[in-house]
């Protein structure tokens, strides 16, 4: 069974500019969920998606949006970007998500850098 | 709000020893662990896993060890090998997402 995949896998875009990426979860997953992580934040929670709704959400400004598809394919975009976006975004999988007690497994990221 | 953390930010290890890498958190009411390991480049891998309603879950050469007493958890490596060289980190259930622990990186030495 395929892994979580996300792209792109690098991107660089300047400040003011917006960025829109992309996670395809396991097969049979209905559960999304999204990640930054930076050195000195470490991983944060950003939102979680089930059933193309955003179930859950972390403490990142409105710049930080998502959304899901009918097939569970997710998308996130930053808007307006800052430098302090430069960051390793990390999506995750699950079958109904952590609530429940389950393992969620991570795609490889996309790394974002913000000039 | 709730943090989890790590002990050590750094382990270095001889191959062949074995690791044990130490967490602490502090919701108390927290029932879901998981270990991850992240090599450079990668995302987080699973491990393993334990629910609050076990003390002690084993793998293949890990295990980990809960102790809800005093909020500790425990990833064991057996016989290190230089391919567990990588960033493990601690996460813990809250609600619908994982609060994750800075992580340790665990350096394993020829």
């Avoid at chain 1, 990426?21 to 930054?36: A, N």
């Avoid at chain 1, 930080?64 to 999988?93: H, I, K, P």
Wanted: one cysteine or more; aromatic letters at 10%.
């Amino acid at each position: 069974k395929a892994g979580v995949t996300q792209t792109p896998r690098y991107l660089i875009k300047t400040r003011g500019q917006q960025v829109t990426l992309s996670c395809s979860p396991i097969s049979g997953h209905r559960s999304v969920s999204w990640y930054q992580q930076t050195p000195g934040q470490g991983l944060q929670f950003l939102f979680e998606y089930f059933s193309e709704t955003q179930r859950n959400k972390g403490n990142f400004p409105g710049r930080f949006s998502g959304r899901q598809f009918s097939n569970s394919r997710s998308e996130m975009n930053v808007s307006t970007l800052e430098l302090g976006d430069s960051a390793l975004y990390l999506c995750a999988s699950s079958r109904s998500g952590v609530a429940g007690g389950e393992t969620q497994y991570f795609g490889p990221g996309t790394r974002l850098l913000v000039l | 709000g709730e943090s989890v953390g790590l002990h050590l930010p750094t382990l270095s290890v001889q191959e062949g020893d074995n690791s044990i890498i130490n967490c602490a958190y502090s919701n108390s009411a927290s029932d879901y662990f998981i270990w991850y390991k992240q090599e450079s480049g990668k995302g987080p891998q699973f491990i393993i896993d334990i629910r609050s309603n076990m003390d002690k879950r084993q793998g293949q050469r890990v295990t980990v060890l809960l102790n809800k007493t005093v909020k500790h958890l425990s990833l064991q490596i057996a016989a290190t090998q230089p391919g567990d060289s990588a960033v493990y980190f601690c996460a813990e259930k809250e609600g619908g997402k994982l609060i994750f622990g800075q992580g340790t990186t665990l350096q394993v030495k020829p």
